[in-house]
């Protein structure tokens, strides 16, 4: 729809004008001013607006930063509630935390934002070879050198506010030790696992039990066959575009002479050297004497070029290369220091060099191999360049192509053929497409939007093409319906097989359960009649083979009621009966206490910095209005709803 509008604006202007003057009549210039502002609102912060065009430049900024980390990602994930809630928390605590800075005065002098730009590797991308701003990337994001220093100033001064508060957060000696207590503390524990498998031979339900499982409101979706249809779609993606174009000879051959450095690898050099030490602040005399030895080594050398390594090996101030004859293996510019690279850069394999002298004292050096510095063939790259060639075409045709799919499938809703004729895009199906596909895999029809429009009531009634929804980076897709089947439930007779598996699955639960408690009760009455395994020790710290739930129930029983027997569920393994002895004396060095100290004290800093910034969103009277205020309100309906699924 947005698209719609998008590539309509003319006919869209027209209608506006038409629905906007009689507003203007009716209700005064001023009242409709006021109440387009309000209606734009999503959020105050000490008095100041966030407007739904921020919240969605946000959302789209956002975007684009998952996308580009991670292309794979579902483009209907940034519809939903969660994403933009969490956009808008974010705009929110950037403004509460800008409006604090200001009352705070906290502004960052220009000298620590050169050095955070030089120093953080966050901007890495933005620095040039010598580390000054490029200034072409940054326009090519729509923002000027002003505009990111200030943003700069913005983001260090918004972090001193939380900043200070977490840098004083100081947990207590109590609580640190409640900490460590919860880590490192032992508990005696003996238990034993109750398997239904182990119930199933001791159940034979009859017909009738079998009915009235069928039957029950309870289970009457673990029978149900799920609404699916038989679907006809089309999909527009660069790689169909890309399949198509192609690139002249010339062309292909244009590009590789004018990019011919990406197709060369760089010179490398293999050497060797003898260093005699002689640092730069070295006395002259001390310099003076290490270049005369390095002359009387290269003397050597010269007389008997093959004695090299050896001369090396007993000569070579470089501990590190020394053991090896001198041999540095191969390195390309930059990596030695310069005298030393203009030398050996200089020379031809197996020559040796004068007295090279440097910062580090004096070299000898010789050339033992040399690889790189040719271009690869232009057949070898032709495949490479053609690929990114018709990559580059595709992708500027696929604009276009996208604008006309747009519109075709929302202006002709009752068919895909004109859509598929004008593109030159099969038309394809799939049978059986699920609603909720689950873990089943649907190619581009697994798109969570797609379904949405594709199964909705109109579309669905009168088998209209859905609009284009993109299902991936360069992917649209449009669908329409050609047979529904509603979900259903099957008759008994003909699921009945499987209503006898379900049945026995969740009885033999109920008597793994049924027998961890008789049990609990006589033995809880008669230790002595017990059968459990021996003790074992569990802790938080380490790693055992007990299920989470078996460890998290023996570790939560009070230490005042031990010793103590409790019973508890652990999912698909059934039941355990726990009997928690005692806790055994703490065993901790003093580098563990220091340790979990420490990261303690980080869960506290945040804790407080946390509390102090919902105390700023109080004092700065934070509030959601219109949309902003309806997603906020969505959430604590998600979250009840999963903990409802959980429970279940």
Same mark, same amino acid.
């Given at each position: 729809?947005?698209?719609?509008?998008?590539?309509?604006? @003319?006919?869209?202007?027209?209608? $506006?004008?038409?629905?906007?003057?009689?507003?203007?009549?009716?209700?005064?210039?001023?009242?409709?001013?006021?109440?387009?502002?309000?209606?734009?609102?999503?959020?105050?912060? +000490?008095?100041?607006?966030?407007?739904?065009?921020?919240?969605?430049? %946000?959302?789209? @900024?956002?975007?684009?930063?998952?996308?580009?980390?991670?292309?794979?990602?579902?483009?209907?994930?940034?519809?939903?509630?969660?994403?933009?809630?969490?956009?808008?928390?974010?705009?929110?605590?950037?403004?509460?935390?800008?409006?604090?800075?200001?009352?705070?005065?906290?502004?960052?002098?220009?000298?620590?934002?050169?050095?955070?730009?030089?120093?953080?590797?966050?901007?890495?991308?933005?620095?040039?070879?010598?580390?000054?701003?490029?200034?072409?990337?940054? *326009?090519?994001?729509?923002?000027?050198?002003?505009?990111?220093?200030?943003?700069?100033?913005?983001?260090?001064?918004?972090?001193?506010?939380?900043?200070?508060?977490?840098?004083?957060?100081?947990?207590?000696?109590?609580?640190?030790?409640?900490?460590?207590?919860?880590?490192?503390?032992?508990? /005696?524990?003996?238990?034993?696992?109750?398997?239904?498998?182990?119930?199933?031979?001791? $159940?034979?339900?009859?017909?009738?039990?079998?009915?009235?499982?069928?039957?029950?409101?309870?289970?009457?979706?673990?029978?149900?066959?799920?609404?699916?249809?038989?679907?006809?779609?089309?999909?527009?993606?660069?790689?169909?575009?890309?399949?198509?174009?192609?690139?002249?000879?010339?062309?292909?051959?244009?590009?590789?002479?004018?990019?011919?450095?990406?197709?060369?690898?760089? /010179?490398?050099?293999?050497?060797?050297?003898?260093?005699?030490?002689?640092?730069?602040?070295?006395?002259?005399?001390?310099?003076? +004497?290490?270049?005369?030895?390095?002359?009387?080594?290269?003397?050597?050398?010269?007389?008997?070029?093959?004695?090299?390594?050896?001369?090396?090996?007993?000569?070579?101030?470089?501990?590190?290369? +020394?053991?090896?004859?001198?041999?540095?293996?191969?390195?390309? @510019?930059? +990596?030695?220091?310069?005298?030393?690279?203009?030398?050996?850069?200089?020379?031809?394999?197996?020559?040796?060099?004068?007295?090279?002298?440097?910062?580090?004292?004096?070299?000898?050096?010789?050339?033992?191999?040399?690889?790189?510095?040719?271009? !690869?063939?232009?057949?070898?790259?032709?495949?490479?360049?053609?690929?990114?060639? @018709?990559?580059?075409?595709? !992708?500027?045709?696929?604009?276009?192509?996208?604008?006309?799919?747009?519109?075709?499938?929302?202006?002709?809703?009752?068919?895909?053929?004109?859509?598929?004729?004008?593109?030159? $895009?099969?038309?394809?199906?799939?049978?059986?497409?699920?609603?909720?596909?689950?873990?089943?895999? *649907?190619?581009?029809?697994?798109?969570?939007?797609?379904?949405?429009?594709?199964?909705?009531?109109?579309?669905? %009634?009168?088998?209209?093409?859905?609009?284009?929804?993109?299902?991936? =980076?360069?992917?649209?897709?449009?669908?329409?319906?050609?047979?529904?089947?509603?979900?259903?439930?099957?008759?008994?007779?003909?699921?009945?097989? *499987?209503?006898?598996?379900?049945?026995?699955?969740?009885?033999?639960?109920?008597?793994?359960?049924?027998?961890?408690?008789?049990?609990?009760?006589?033995?809880?009455?008669?230790?002595?009649? %017990?059968?459990?395994?021996?003790?074992?020790?569990?802790?938080?710290?380490?790693?055992?083979?007990?299920? =989470?739930?078996?460890?998290?129930?023996?570790?939560?029983?009070?230490?005042?009621?031990?010793?103590?027997?409790?019973?508890?569920?652990?999912?698909?393994?059934?039941?355990?009966?726990?009997?928690?002895?005692?806790?055994?004396?703490?065993?901790?060095?003093? !580098?563990?206490?220091?340790?979990?100290?420490?990261?303690?004290?980080?869960?506290?800093?945040?804790? /407080?910095?946390?509390?102090?910034?919902?105390?700023?969103?109080?004092?700065?009277?934070?509030?959601?209005?219109?949309?902003?205020?309806?997603?906020?309100?969505?959430?604590?309906?998600?979250?009840?709803?999963?903990?409802?699924?959980?429970?279940?």
């Amino acid at each position: 729809m947005f698209d719609f509008v998008r590539k309509h604006t @003319r006919i869209l202007q027209g209608l $506006l004008v038409l629905l906007i003057v009689p507003s203007f009549v009716l209700v005064g210039v001023q009242s409709y001013s006021k109440f387009m502002d309000d209606d734009g609102v999503v959020a105050k912060v +000490a008095g100041k607006d966030i407007t739904q065009t921020e919240w969605d430049q %946000a959302q789209r @900024r956002m975007a684009e930063r998952v996308r580009a980390q991670q292309p794979e990602t579902d483009p209907s994930a940034f519809d939903k509630p969660e994403f933009k809630k969490q956009v808008l928390d974010s705009l929110v605590r950037e403004y509460v935390l800008s409006v604090a800075a200001r009352d705070l005065n906290l502004r960052a002098p220009d000298a620590r934002l050169v050095r955070m730009f030089a120093a953080d590797q966050q901007y890495a991308f933005l620095r040039n070879p010598d580390g000054s701003l490029n200034k072409d990337l940054l *326009q090519a994001q729509g923002m000027t050198a002003a505009q990111f220093a200030e943003r700069l100033r913005l983001d260090m001064s918004v972090n001193q506010v939380l900043g200070g508060v977490a840098a004083t957060g100081l947990a207590s000696t109590v609580s640190n030790r409640e900490a460590v207590d919860a880590l490192f503390q032992v508990r /005696e524990v003996q238990w034993m696992k109750f398997e239904p498998k182990n119930y199933v031979a001791q $159940l034979n339900p009859t017909a009738d039990q079998l009915k009235a499982f069928y039957n029950s409101p309870a289970n009457a979706k673990d029978f149900q066959v799920p609404e699916k249809a038989d679907v006809q779609y089309v999909l527009l993606d660069l790689d169909t575009l890309k399949a198509r174009v192609s690139v002249p000879e010339d062309e292909l051959r244009r590009s590789y002479k004018d990019n011919i450095a990406r197709f060369t690898q760089p /010179e490398e050099r293999r050497a060797s050297h003898i260093l005699v030490k002689a640092e730069k602040s070295a006395p002259a005399a001390q310099r003076q +004497a290490a270049q005369a030895k390095a002359e009387q080594l290269l003397a050597q050398v010269k007389k008997d070029p093959a004695q090299f390594a050896e001369l090396a090996k007993k000569n070579s101030d470089d501990p590190g290369s +020394a053991v090896n004859g001198g041999d540095l293996d191969f390195f390309g @510019r930059g +990596a030695m220091a310069k005298p030393f690279e203009d030398a050996v850069f200089s020379l031809k394999q197996g020559e040796v060099s004068g007295v090279v002298e440097t910062d580090y004292g004096y070299h000898i050096i010789t050339v033992t191999g040399v690889r790189g510095g040719q271009p !690869q063939p232009f057949e070898v790259a032709r495949p490479q360049i053609e690929d990114e060639a @018709r990559k580059q075409l595709a !992708q500027r045709q696929y604009a276009e192509a996208a604008e006309s799919f747009t519109n075709k499938v929302y202006e002709q809703p009752d068919s895909l053929k004109p859509v598929a004729d004008e593109l030159k $895009l099969p038309v394809q199906t799939a049978t059986d497409v699920l609603r909720n596909p689950g873990a089943k895999d *649907q190619g581009p029809l697994s798109n969570p939007r797609l379904l949405e429009a594709l199964f909705d009531a109109t579309n669905r %009634a009168k088998a209209r093409n859905t609009e284009a929804i993109e299902v991936g =980076p360069n992917k649209l897709v449009s669908a329409r319906i050609l047979k529904y089947t509603p979900a259903s439930k099957p008759p008994f007779e003909q699921v009945q097989a *499987q209503v006898r598996d379900r049945w026995i699955a969740a009885e033999s639960f109920k008597a793994a359960r049924q027998d961890a408690d008789q049990k609990l009760a006589l033995w809880k009455q008669s230790p002595d009649k %017990a059968q459990l395994p021996a003790p074992v020790q569990m802790s938080r710290r380490l790693v055992f083979s007990q299920p =989470p739930a078996v460890l998290d129930s023996a570790l939560r029983v009070p230490e005042k009621q031990l010793p103590a027997w409790t019973v508890v569920d652990i999912g698909a393994e059934g039941t355990a009966l726990l009997k928690i002895n005692k806790v055994l004396p703490l065993q901790i060095t003093p !580098q563990e206490i220091q340790e979990t100290e420490n990261q303690f004290g980080g869960y506290w800093a945040k804790a /407080e910095a946390d509390a102090y910034y919902q105390s700023l969103k109080k004092k700065y009277k934070v509030e959601f209005l219109n949309n902003g205020k309806k997603v906020m309100e969505e959430e604590p309906k998600a979250v009840e709803t999963q903990k409802t699924a959980s429970a279940s």
